[in-house]
């Protein structure tokens, strides 16, 4: 499983994750890749999206965020058009995989994942970013059906 997060002018580091993930696992994350980035990106309190998945629902993620002087944003479960993330890892795949690109060695795929990440253009995160105030929009004048984001 790969994990990772962004803001408008940067991107969190990627965490490759091996475990099962949990309430306490994903809190290791958060502890481990995006309160650092929190930190750096220097706002007291901010916002972070996730999905809506028990572990990033749990009573243990929303204490542990709040402790952060962070808040998960509530939104609708089933809505992946939501959430700029899933754009991200659309193009990624895209890149990781151009040219019918198969692998054979975890570590390749690992490389390529990262260069990929690590490849984004900012702009396209910038523009994730602003497309959300319309995405939303969007989202309640199609009453939460399915957009083409």
Not at 34 to 63: C, V
Not at 91 to 114: A, C, D, P, W
Not at 134 to 143: E, G, P, S, T, W
């Amino acid at each position: 499983m790969v994990w990772a997060a962004f803001g408008f002018n940067s991107q969190v580091g990627l965490a490759f994750l091996d475990d099962r993930q949990n309430s306490p696992n994903y809190i290791e994350t958060l502890e481990n890749y995006l309160m650092p980035f929190a930190e750096n990106i220097g706002g007291r309190n901010w916002e972070y999206q996730h999905d809506d998945a028990s572990i990033y629902t749990s009573n243990a993620t929303k204490n542990y965020l709040n402790s952060k002087n962070g808040t998960g944003l509530e939104w609708p479960p089933i809505s992946p058009d939501l959430n700029p993330i899933g754009n991200v890892w659309d193009i990624m795949s895209r890149k990781v995989h151009e040219n019918g690109e198969q692998f054979y060695s975890v570590n390749i795929l690992k490389t390529n994942i990262e260069s990929s990440w690590y490849n984004l253009e900012p702009g396209i995160l910038q523009t994730l970013i602003m497309s959300m105030e319309k995405r939303v929009y969007d989202a309640i004048l199609r009453n939460g059906k399915t957009l083409n984001y």
